[in-house]
């Protein structure tokens, strides 16, 4: 099967696919580090740095194989969590139509898009309903469905919306997760990497321990180090805070005079300042970074290879940019397992 990706990112999605075996012939992708990241890991892959919109064809031999178009069209506007921009109006959220233009030129066997569920809601509906009429009216059969990360064997609480298309009128039946009633925890993916300080900016360390589960041994492979042991640097106020903070627990373990530059810190949102609870799989980690997220045993944030490890990309992964870039790279992409099982069902077919 060949795959061709739209909106590629760092690569998230590309690594589930081709764990289940899917060739990536082409990846389109207009960030440049996310792009340097996708063609490091994926360098059999074209990788094609413009804005969707400038693309007006598609070069690959099909060899009579089975095409498969995919991708993750900008989320943002979709989010529950972004009041601003969750409306008809903002141009990022009619991205999905060069989606579907590119579509119309490849003709693919198969069409699958990812985003965040609020996507099914916004607009009771609107945009989702547009989508699966557009693809309708290509001549392909689409179905949707949520999925969670963590039912796929994903250490991570997180749900993503997938549309799945077919040109031969298949109605396509998602898989289902084996591990909703045993996921993996948060222990069992990162208690072997190395211990780290505040601000670490240590590109290799030996792993401290052995893998104590079957997760941390898929993801080291044959890798001898952990790479990539990155961490913001906290000031002393923000370290200080992290302290009062119990396993599972947020900013409203923090005593209240370690919170005077807040304006209102009652307002804060659920997700700033919480500690992963390592007996659980882990909350969301989209924006790790600015939601203070931190460490399940240590008094910091969560470093690259951390973030990594909890999104299921194999600890070969490397990412490219400032440390800001590489966190904003794991934070925002498709958990690599999650599509691997996408992908591994549509090759049955």
Request: charged fraction near 25%; hydrophobic fraction near 35%; aromatic fraction near 10%.
């Amino acid at each position: 099967m060949i795959g061709i990706e739209l909106f590629a990112g760092a690569g998230g999605m590309a690594t589930g696919a081709r764990q289940a075996g899917v060739n990536i012939s082409i990846a389109i992708e207009n960030d440049a580090y996310a792009a340097q990241t996708y063609l490091k890991n994926h360098p059999d892959t074209t990788v094609v740095i413009d804005n969707i919109e400038n693309v007006t064809e598609f070069r690959f031999d099909r060899n009579d194989e089975p095409v498969v178009l995919f991708g993750g069209p900008p989320c943002q506007g979709y989010s529950y969590s972004n009041r601003k921009t969750r409306n008809i109006q903002n141009p990022k959220n009619w991205l999905f139509k060069e989606f579907t233009r590119c579509a119309e030129l490849i003709m693919p066997d198969w069409i699958v898009m990812e985003n965040v569920p609020g996507l099914k809601r916004m607009d009771n509906g609107f945009f989702l309903k547009t989508i699966c009429d557009d693809l309708r009216n290509l001549g392909y059969t689409p179905n949707v469905k949520i999925l969670n990360a963590v039912d796929f064997g994903v250490p991570q609480k997180r749900e993503r919306l997938f549309i799945v298309a077919s040109r031969e009128g298949i109605v396509f039946d998602f898989p289902e997760g084996l591990f909703r009633d045993n996921p993996v925890t948060v222990r069992d993916a990162i208690s072997d990497l190395p211990k780290l300080e505040n601000g670490s900016t240590e590109e290799e360390l030996f792993y401290k321990s052995k893998a104590i589960s079957n997760y941390a041994k898929l993801l080291r492979g044959r890798n001898r180090k952990s790479k990539q042991n990155l961490v913001s640097r906290n000031s002393d106020n923000v370290l200080k805070r992290y302290e009062h903070i119990r396993q599972g627990n947020n900013w409203k373990d923090i005593p209240r005079e370690l919170m005077a530059n807040y304006k209102d810190h009652s307002r804060c949102h659920s997700s700033i300042y919480r500690r992963l609870n390592e007996n659980s799989p882990a909350v969301i980690i989209s924006n790790y970074r600015k939601s203070m997220l931190i460490h399940p045993t240590e008094n910091r944030g969560l470093s690259v290879r951390e973030a990594a490890r909890l999104q299921s990309f194999p600890d070969s992964y490397e990412f490219v940019g400032s440390l800001d870039q590489k966190q904003q790279q794991v934070g925002n992409a498709v958990p690599p397992l999650l599509a691997k099982a996408i992908f591994k069902q549509l090759k049955n077919y």
